[in-house]
């Protein structure tokens, strides 16, 4: 059995999909495998930001002629929704409700714990949350910040 899946290569990719990898500045996309066997600390697999994927949609949530099928790039998730630039350059927020099926087409960045970046990026994001936390409950006080005062 082999230890990885195969990656792909750039110009095996679908159009709309060679499109984003081009547009993305991805040369090689080798090291961008999912590794599902062997010892658990090695394995990585997963959605991560920026990959390319498809996702299926219900179709009693469409109209008859539309295509139930949505490409684009991962641009975020949460509990509700799946956020992707779709394959016309359009942002899209589809509900986690009527999405059937997501496949992976291929992935844009490394691993999440390989990728200096994106770490870089979630701490960031971190402080930046914490800071604009920390003035909604100043202003929720009153302006006054001596909720660090004891007595």
Do not use: C
Not at 46 to 56: E, H, M, V, Y
């Amino acid at each position: 059995m082999p230890s990885e899946r195969r990656g792909k290569r750039i110009d095996s990719l679908p159009e709309w999909a060679k499109r984003f990898a081009e547009e993305y500045g991805a040369k090689d996309l080798e090291d961008r495998n999912d590794v599902f066997f062997g010892a658990l600390i090695d394995r990585r697999s997963g959605l991560r930001k920026d990959d390319l994927i498809k996702l299926l949609i219900d179709a009693r949530a469409l109209r008859a002629e539309e295509d139930p099928w949505v490409r684009g790039m991962l641009l975020a998730t949460s509990r509700n929704a799946v956020e992707i630039l779709d394959e016309n350059g359009e942002y899209r927020s589809i509900a986690r409700d009527v999405i059937v099926e997501v496949r992976l087409v291929t992935h844009l960045r490394k691993s999440y714990i390989e990728d200096d970046e994106l770490l870089t990026f979630e701490k960031e994001d971190l402080r930046r949350r914490s800071n604009v936390h920390e003035q909604a409950e100043r202003q929720a006080d009153g302006g006054s910040d001596d909720s660090h005062l004891w007595g």
